[in-house]
């Protein structure tokens, strides 16, 4: 099982960037998804998470309004819609899936048990 995540990269500040994540393994096209980010020199954050389904997801009081999660079950992909990106965005972000059989959300990066290996977001000023 594996996460794969893709799209960062150099943007200015109010531009826009879009993060997807590829997941293998039949087993995590329906996990609970999410996204954290993780700055030089802080903890990993939380950044957006989703439902199973698709219907319910949750976001940081910092990134809400601005930044958009979504999945496709049939092709296994979960994604980041970034817009009106600052400075203090820049970070490697992660997509990670809880467990198969977990239904809840949740903003704890304890609780997702598969990670990606990240992709960097710089946001210049």
């Known amino acids: 099982v594996q996460l794969q995540a893709s799209g960062g990269g150099l943007v200015q500040a109010g531009g826009s960037l879009r993060l997807s994540c590829a997941a293998s393994g039949r087993t995590l096209s329906t996990s609970v998804k999410g996204w954290f980010r993780q700055a030089p020199g802080k903890e990993r954050e939380f950044v957006a998470s989703?439902?199973?389904?698709?219907?319910?997801?949750y976001y940081a009081d910092s990134v809400k309004g601005r930044f958009t999660i979504s999945r496709d079950n049939a092709n296994n992909t979960v994604d980041l819609q970034m817009n009106n990106l600052k400075p203090e965005d820049t970070a490697v972000y992660y997509c990670?899936?809880?467990?198969?059989?977990?239904?809840?959300?949740?903003?704890?990066?304890?609780?997702?048990?598969?990670w990606g290996q990240g992709t960097q977001v710089t946001v210049s000023s």
């Open positions: 990670a899936a809880r467990g198969s059989s977990i239904t809840v959300i949740s903003t704890s990066k304890s609780q997702y048990y598969y």
């Open positions: 989703i439902s199973r389904d698709g219907v319910s997801s």
